[in-house]
């Protein structure tokens, strides 16, 4: 799990400046002004802290190998040294120095993976001994990489490109490229694989779309869309142990779980509801749409979500199993670690069920930014597809009571849209266009840009 710098700003703790989950996300590791601090994530009501760096101040990179005492410690004063300590013992085990400042490191229990801005160096972790050195790696000014963390594979992810979104995926053990993925348009912001190493989940720097490849092919297995009014920075992504789920967190307020399940037809031998027919119908219409239209009519939304009480800080998000209970952790740069619960089932809003402030805050206390929740908050529903939100209306719609529309048909009069914000701009009009039967349930959101928007309906225009 990636370590995120902290932001200044007024209400957030001095003494913090980065933080990291362990790879089976069992502990937290925190950097700050005085040291280092790790504390175990593995039970709900209390935040037992493991131990306290005192090594080296200003630490902005602290990882952990799994649950081993083995911990990777860079600080600001020395932000071209890499210290590797035996934390238990208190001893320095090794260090290694670099031609520029370190940006990120990753580790498993056979690799260690230091990232510079335009090189990335692999070491063999149980001697330490200099494997590879990636010479002349597209400038990659976050130190952006993601390291597969299962016994039989060491898979390294970082950016192919500068200016878009192409990612090399490197076999870290046998030393050698495996695949190059397109993955979106605009550069990259954040990589993470699964627990197995055969899944990638990547986000761009617009982060509206994330996109989830399957690994060492590089195809495209799912395709996730947070949002469409704006442009956010994605802070972290990261798996849950089984892959049936994936959360995402930003410098939004809102947390977003995603669930990976493959859309197969139903085994219900009963007639095909409303629902089912619209949604038919849907997929049916968007076979003629522009390949990225037809791509946005397929993406799934969250299916849970966790709203913060704070806007504009970076924090990291992880999803874990703990007292046999699905959970989420957030580990924010305002001190606090939040632990919410997480339906399986329904998902929509997580319950917030504890918050630990990571460290004292001395003489200036830290502003609470989340009050306790008294009351279980209801589930909202979770986000779905069109066609699942859609039910028959009770009376026959009218053009009083339109709020939307389905397709019905495709016809070549009218001109449509692109809201694919993955589109830099859009380049029509197409000559296509789609016919609507009127419905009561939705309604379609506005165009992004000014353009060519219009819908034929049976009953009246939108």
């Known amino acids: 799990m990636e370590s995120q710098d902290a932001p200044e700003g007024p209400g957030l703790h001095r003494a913090f400046i980065c933080a990291s989950f362990n790879q089976d996300i069992t502990s937290l590791s925190v950097g700050t002004k005085t040291g280092y601090w790790l504390f175990s994530v593995t039970a709900v009501d209390k ?9 080296c101040p200003d630490v902005y990179i602290v990882e952990r190998l799994f649950s081993s005492s083995l ?48 090189s990335i160096y692999i070491h063999n972790i149980k001697d330490m001994k200099l494997l590879k050195t990636l010479l ?37 053990n046998n030393l050698s490229t495996v695949t190059l993925i397109q993955a979106h348009d605009s550069p990259l ?3 993470t694989f699964n627990a197995s190493g055969t899944k990638l989940a990547s986000a761009s720097e617009k982060g509206t779309v994330i996109r989830v490849f399957s690994i060492p092919e590089g195809q495209r297995l799912f395709e996730f869309r947070r949002g469409m009014k704006r442009y956010v920075s994605i802070s972290s992504l990261s798996f849950s142990a089984d892959a049936q789920f994936l959360c995402a967190s930003s410098n939004t307020e809102t947390v977003h779980i995603f669930k990976l399940e493959q859309h197969s037809p139903s085994h219900e031998e009963e007639s095909p509801t409303w629902s089912q027919y619209v949604g038919k119908m849907f997929t049916a219409a968007s076979t003629y749409l522009p390949t990225q239209v037809s791509d946005m009519m397929h993406q799934d939304r969250a299916f849970a979500t966790v709203r913060l ?74 986000s ?79």
């Open 71 to 118: 911990v990777v410690v860079v600080s600001l004063s020395m932000p071209r040294r890499m210290n590797v300590y035996h934390f238990k013992k208190g001893t320095e085990i090794c260090n290694y120095s670099y031609s520029n400042n370190i940006l990120s490191v990753r580790l498993n229990r056979q690799r260690l993976v230091v990232c510079l801005e335009e």
């Open 136 to 172: 002349n790696t597209p400038t990659n000014p976050s130190g952006l990489c993601a390291l597969s963390v299962n016994q039989g594979n060491s898979y390294l992810a970082y950016p192919g490109s500068s200016t878009i979104g192409e990612i090399t995926v490197y076999d870290a």
């Open 384 to 462: 779905q597809s069109y066609a699942a939100t859609v039910a028959l209306p009770s009376t026959p719609p009218s053009s009083t009571t339109l709020m939307g529309m389905i397709p019905l048909y495709i016809s070549t009069r009218n001109f449509v849209h692109c809201l694919c914000d993955d589109v830099p701009d859009c380049r029509g009009p197409w000559t296509v266009a789609v016919r609507f039967l009127s419905i009561q349930q939705h309604s379609f959101p506005k165009p992004r840009a000014a353009g060519f928007l219009s819908y034929q309906m049976f009953a009246d225009w939108c």
């Open 309 to 382: 009480n704070m806007f504009g800080l970076k924090n990291i998000c992880a999803l874990a199993t703990i007292q046999k209970l699905p959970r989420l952790l957030v580990a924010s740069s305002d001190g606090y670690l939040y632990i919410y619960n997480v339906d399986p089932q329904d998902g929509g809003e997580c319950v917030l069920v504890q918050k630990h402030r990571m460290f004292d805050s001395g003489d200036e206390q830290v502003e609470q930014r989340e009050e306790e929740k008294s009351e279980e908050v209801s589930p909202q529903p979770a």
């Open 189 to 191: 912001a954040a990589l």
């Open 47 to 55: 935040l037992d802290c493991i131990h306290e760096g005192v090594e």
